[in-house]
């Protein structure tokens, strides 16, 4: 190693709430301030807030009767559990990083089909 050169070790610290969450979905786009927003979210049916049933003599439902509300069904949620501001150097590196492990993970998965 040459004199001009230095060695830095990065250590990594996480939040006491620091907590991985799944994402299948992603909105977002370039800021006022020229930077890339990215809001990620998990894609769902809602869940009705209230079911009726009428239950056989033998304690199983037979039919549902009612649901509320009722067009529960004919919507979707999209939780958005977190998002990433970056500027366009990061965004950048995030993309060639993010493509590396695309290909590396097509890779695996064309190794284990062709066994």
Same mark, same amino acid.
């Given at each position: 190693m040459s004199g001009k050169e230095k060695v830095v070790h990065f250590k990594y610290l996480f939040a006491d *709430?620091?907590?991985?969450?799944?994402v299948n979905g992603a909105h977002g786009g370039i800021s006022p301030q020229g &930077?890339?927003?990215?809001n990620f979210y998990f894609e769902r049916r809602p869940l009705p807030y209230e079911e009726t049933y009428v239950f056989e003599g033998t304690g199983q439902p037979a039919r549902k009767t009612d649901v509320r509300p009722p *067009?529960?069904?004919?919507?979707?949620i999209r939780y958005v559990s977190t998002g990433v501001v970056m500027n366009? &150097?990061?965004?950048?590196?995030?993309?060639?990083?993010?493509?590396?492990?695309?290909?590396m993970l097509e890779q695996i998965r064309n190794e284990g089909t062709q066994q």
């Open positions: *709430d620091y907590n991985p969450v799944y &930077e890339i927003v990215v *067009d529960h069904e004919e919507n979707i366009l &150097e990061t965004a950048k590196l995030f993309h060639e990083w993010l493509g590396e492990h695309i290909m």
